[in-house]
């Protein structure tokens, strides 16, 4: 039987030893990259919470929306964070945010493939640590991933131009906001964002005490990123999502000493970690499927996000840095409780069938906006977002009629997904 894994809250974590390293140091690549854009299934025991408790406590900043779409001629009702661009242009709304580093223990590492093609492992303790220079697959000084997430233009600032019109100096899911809402929003002549104030900012934004979370040997492996073709010196982990899901949602309740509470947005940051369903899928194993980078959840009325950073480059389409996290803030902000309804569409981005909520990063999944260089000298990459006006349909309330914020999406996503 898998036994669940264990959590502990730490100031200051010793990494532990990387085990086998000489198998690592030897295996070749004979492992196919890994597709990096499965969606998390959710939680079957999600809490659920009654109108009282609802009504009660601290709670999310969010808008209700009322909406008739143009591509199925029916009435749609959802949850945005913010206040509402409908009824106030200029609306101004802050999330406090927590960032949680994740430290991942595994307990197996991968010991080279048979001849029907199964992964071997053996044992061994490796640790993940995104509060530690990455040396293997990253350059000092820009080495450190959590340094580098706080100082991304998600958490950070940046100058936005959308197709030539400058929505101003800002985070980049609010310049997102803005450009998804433009035609709704108070603000000046084309090229002239000095009078567009809508914001729905991170801040304040802090660091919480790193968490350990100890995968059980059958639910993680630890890979040499190399056996995937990816960093020649780096490592990554595939471990299960069911056991880190319950390790995070269990979690919660001991962040609120830290702050967390429905009216903040923790986000649980990992490095190279990411997460397969299935029996067996830490291994690979035939009918598994492999991987998720991020998700944003509810449990309860509390919101949270999980985001890898990767630099293991392990994957068929590039995910560096903070693309997931781009895809998964922006998905959070627009759609915070997961069930925004919206025409069915598909066939498109991470979906090969017919998904129906307003989630703005799944349509594009694998498309990268233009690549953003910061103060620090780090060369970061958002992905391209999909448009509120996409999924509801023409016409475009988005920056320049765009229904996507690089303009991949010209038009709305067309008849309803079959």
């Given at each position: 039987m898998v036994r669940r894994s264990t959590l502990s809250f730490v100031c200051v974590v010793t990494a532990l030893v990387v085990v086998a390293s000489a198998t690592f140091g030897q295996q070749q690549q004979v492992l196919p990259r890994q597709n990096p854009f499965l969606t998390a299934t959710p939680l079957p025991n999600a809490a659920a919470v009654s109108t009282d408790q609802a009504n009660k406590g601290p709670k999310l900043p969010v808008f209700t929306y009322t909406v008739i779409s143009s591509r199925d001629g029916n009435t749609y009702t959802g949850t945005i964070v913010g206040a509402s661009p409908f009824s106030d242009s200029q609306g101004m709304v802050n999330v406090p945010t927590q960032i949680v580093p994740i430290i991942i223990v595994t307990n197996s590492v991968f010991?080279?493939?048979?001849?029907?093609?199964?992964v071997l492992t053996a044992p061994g303790v490796?640790?993940?640590d995104p509060t530690v220079p990455d040396t293997s697959c990253l350059t000092a000084p820009n080495d450190d991933p959590l340094t580098l997430v706080q100082q991304s233009p998600i958490i950070g600032t940046a100058d936005f131009t959308f197709g030539g019109i400058d929505v101003g100096t800002t985070q980049a899911t609010n310049a997102f906001q803005r450009a998804n809402f433009f035609s709704l929003l108070t603000h000046g002549s084309q090229g002239n964002s000095n009078n567009i104030v809508y914001q729905v900012l991170l801040?304040?934004?802090?660091?919480?005490?790193?968490v350990v979370i100890n995968i059980p040997a059958a639910s993680g492996v630890a890979y040499p990123s190399a056996a995937f073709g990816g960093c020649r010196t780096g490592k990554n982990a595939i471990i299960d999502l069911g056991v880190l899901t319950t390790d995070l949602v269990n979690g919660l309740p001991g962040l609120a000493s830290q702050g967390v509470n429905p009216s903040t947005f923790p986000i649980f940051l990992v490095h190279n970690i990411v997460e397969c369903e299935g029996t067996?899928?830490?291994k690979?194993?035939?009918?598994?499927?492999?991987?998720v980078l991020g998700f944003h959840r509810a449990s309860g009325m509390q919101t949270f996000g999980h985001v890898d950073f990767d630099t293991s480059d392990i994957f068929v389409s590039p995910v560096p840095d903070v693309s997931v996290m781009s895809h998964e803030v922006g998905e959070w902000m627009n759609d915070?409780?997961?069930?925004n309804p919206v025409p069915a569409w598909g066939h498109i981005g991470q979906q090969p069938g017919c998904q129906g909520n307003l989630e703005v990063g799944d349509p594009l999944s694998g498309t990268l906006a233009p690549p953003i260089v910061m103060p620090?000298?780090?060369t970061y990459h958002l992905q391209e977002l999909a448009f509120f006006s996409w999924f509801y349909g023409a016409p475009s309330l988005g920056v320049n009629g765009w229904f996507s914020d690089d303009g991949t999406f010209l038009q709305d996503a067309g008849p309803v997904c079959q």
């Open positions: 010991a080279g493939v048979d001849k029907r093609g199964n490796t640790t993940f801040d304040p934004v802090k660091t919480l005490s790193a067996g899928c830490a690979l194993a035939p009918g598994t499927a492999c991987c915070p409780f997961g069930h620090n000298g780090f």
